[in-house]
């Protein structure tokens, strides 16, 4: 039966552990010097060696020539392990076997001896899945286990694990692999394997498995299954849904023209294929990623997981955007995909996603436009994207801006006509006699005695009445406004105040509005001007600073 290449060139030693060394040489010193803890926790992603260390580790104390590192593997034991058909190590699927019965029957085979070998160990694999309840019943059994008991508790999700289970064990947190060293992996597999391959079709299969051997090496199954002996990176990236950097430069090539057109083609495009717009805007935010890296830790960066080819490519393109445009496109792509993944019509989401990365690249810092405005006003303002090419930059709007054609509507709108001089209330009347005789016409006698005993006057235009609280059905509201429509005053502001009056207050003149010098020293200035004309709007006050 065929063996897939993942289980066929599993490490069977600490040396062939790729990129944990911090967890292999405190493994190793722990054997060495006999300080072997009775619980670990191996927590990390996918694929990164948390099950194989963990046999590795039961292999190296279990050994007949042991405790020791490597382990010989050549005597039963060593060789059971490796096939997992041990006595004394057993394997626990967590996922399946997660419930406090499972975790009774582990707590009671704990108490007995191992059959052979010198400790019985215990790898829980999946062990964030294992219940409260079944952690509580193995509490006790883990902090105080039996001298020959090992427990190895392997999860994706270390900070599910009880904290009361992991004050008990060792924790060991296992990294993603290093890009160089999974294509150097890779190469030395298929060299066994006798598969023709290139470093670009190495770096499609690496980038597939983001860190995982494991998911790497079942993409590189998955393309000698397709393609044979001879892999090439283009079969290779359509057998797995990536994307060539050639298909995202499209994007980037729209972005420099500020082409909303190429966009909604390539869009089109992608819908016509069967491609997916999830992968698409998640392989996008990759590639976003990539260039800004590039932009601004260098093309050599090993932050950057790319061929050598695929660097020179991304340098390229991010020497024609600023860091600015790139981390807002990376921003809009992140979001774009955060709405995809519930979106009900994906195709409209995507396309409205990537013109509105479109629009961003024709923004301009606040800075600029606030630097620009002492410039003469034929003078354009610098886009602050990226250098953009002149063939494909995007045509300038002809005719006058929405701001001219505003200004030109206000200037051919008729002047209001001036208030006829009846229609101006006067502070300097006898209100307190206009409204009794006005009430007095109305019909309203009781109201026009009333107001005799007010107090009454206008100031700011506004009527300010003060009667005694005796008064107060006599000169409600319905009464003076009545009064106020017989004056022709029907829209005068008026307020009544119900208590002891004082006598009117001495009739306030009014002063003669002088010209507001400020004002209109602000609204002629050039930079003003300037502004408005950039960014519209209406200024309906002007302070000087100086006097407040």
């Not at 909303?260 to 805007?281: C, I, K, T, W």
């Not at 590639?287 to 260098?298: E, H, P, Q, S, W």
Request: charged content about 25%; proline content about 6%; hydrophobic content about 40%.
């Amino acid at each position: 039966m065929y063996q897939v290449i993942a289980r066929k060139y599993r490490p069977q030693s600490f040396d062939d552990v790729l990129n944990q060394e911090h967890i292999k040489t405190t493994l190793r010193n722990a054997i060495t010097q006999n300080r072997v803890a009775h619980g670990y926790i191996f927590s990390g992603q996918r694929g990164t060696g948390k099950t194989t260390t963990a046999r590795i580790l039961a292999r190296c104390l279990n050994c007949e020539k042991g405790p020791v590192d490597p382990p010989c593997g050549v005597c039963a034991s060593c060789l059971e392990i490796a096939a997992g058909g041990s006595v004394d190590v057993i394997e626990i699927d967590a996922a399946s076997n997660r419930g406090i019965n499972e975790m009774r029957e582990l707590r009671e085979n704990v108490r007995y001896r191992p059959a052979r070998d010198r400790y019985k160990i215990f790898i829980v694999d999946e062990a964030h899945q294992i219940t409260n309840e079944a952690f509580n019943a193995l509490l006790k059994t883990i902090e105080e286990p039996p001298s020959w008991a090992v427990f190895i508790l392997c999860t994706t999700e270390s900070h599910k694990i009880p904290a009361t289970i992991a004050s008990r064990c060792q924790h060991f947190s296992f990294r993603s692999v290093d890009f160089t060293d999974l294509i150097e992996r890779m190469r030395e597999i298929c060299t066994a394997e006798g598969i023709e391959t290139d470093e670009e079709t190495l770096a499609v299969l690496a980038q597939a498995g983001e860190g995982s051997v494991r998911d790497s090496l079942s993409a590189l199954d998955q393309a000698i299954a397709c393609c044979g002996n001879k892999l090439e990176a283009a079969p290779v990236r359509a057998l797995l849904g990536a994307f060539s950097l050639d298909a995202m430069g499209q994007v980037t090539a729209a972005l420099a023209a500020q082409d909303g057109g190429a966009m909604l083609a390539l869009v089109d495009e992608l819908e016509r294929n069967g491609g997916s717009p999830q992968h698409f805007s998640r392989e996008l935010s990759r590639y976003l990623r990539n260039i800004l890296v590039t932009k601004i830790a260098g093309e050599g960066s090993r932050l950057i997981a790319a061929s050598p080819a695929e660097r020179a490519e991304m340098a390229r393109v991010a020497a024609g955007f600023s860091e600015e445009d790139l981390t807002r496109y990376l921003q809009l792509a992140l979001d774009l995909f955060r709405e995809l993944q519930f979106s009900l019509q994906p195709r409209f989401h995507l396309e409205i996603g990537l013109l509105k990365m479109v629009q961003a690249g024709k923004l301009i810092p606040i800075e600029e436009a606030l630097a620009s405005l002492g410039k003469p006003a034929a003078e354009p303002l610098r886009p602050a994207a990226s250098v953009k090419p002149a063939a494909s930059a995007a045509p300038l709007r002809a005719g006058p801006s929405p701001f001219e054609m505003d200004r030109v509507k206000k200037a051919a709108a008729p002047a209001p006509a001036p208030a006829t001089p009846s229609a101006v209330p006067s502070p300097t009347d006898d209100w307190r006699a206009k409204l009794q005789e006005a009430m007095r016409e109305a019909g309203l006698a009781f109201s026009a005695d009333a107001m005799a005993q007010a107090d009454v006057a206008l100031v700011n235009n506004e009527l300010q009445i003060t009667a005694p609280k005796q008064f107060q059905l006599d000169l409600g509201r319905d009464e003076i406004q009545t009064a106020l429509k017989h004056l022709g005053f029907p829209a005068l502001r008026f307020k009544v105040n119900f208590g002891e009056a004082k006598g009117a207050p001495a009739p306030v003149h009014p002063v003669a509005p002088k010209a507001d010098e400020v004002t209109e020293r602000a609204l002629a200035h050039p930079e003003v001007q300037r502004f408005r004309e950039l960014f519209g709007g209406e200024v309906r006050t002007v302070r000087n600073l100086k006097e407040s």
